[in-house]
């Protein structure tokens, strides 16, 4: 079972491209690319949805598994993934700056043909 609008499962053309793509919404969106290193983290309330989806989108995207974690300071669960290749890939092709990003993230670069 996948979320809504990841693709699937498999390493292939498309699904690949929108696996990617989802995992770029939600670091966009709740996410963070640390500054120093080349961190990348997830926060949510739900445990199940970063465990039984986003963990598994990480592991089908550059085969890595993440494991939740509680963060006792925020409140929240985290997923918390090295990935250079990755990190560059959301920094530079979706245009996620590192850091606080609120008030300067900007539309991706380009957008597949499906958009």
């Known amino acids: 079972m996948t979320p809504h609008g990841t693709g699937g499962s498999t390493r292939q053309g498309k699904s690949l491209i929108s696996g990617i793509a989802y995992l770029a919404g939600l670091i966009a969106a709740d996410g963070h690319l640390e500054i120093q290193e080349p961190y990348i983290t997830i ?6 949805f970063l465990r039984d989806y986003v963990a ?5 995207q550059i085969d890595r598994m993440p494991k939740p974690y509680w963060d006792k300071g925020a409140n ?5 993934l090295y990935s250079q290749s990755l ?3 959301l920094n530079c092709d979706f245009a996620i700056p590192p850091g606080k990003k609120a008030s300067r993230i900007l539309p991706p670069k380009q957008l597949g043909p499906s958009e």
């Open 43 to 48: 926060p949510s309330k739900d445990q199940k």
């Open 76 to 80: 929240v669960w985290k997923l918390r």
């Open 56 to 60: 598994l989108l990480f592991n089908d």
């Open 87 to 89: 990190w560059t890939l």
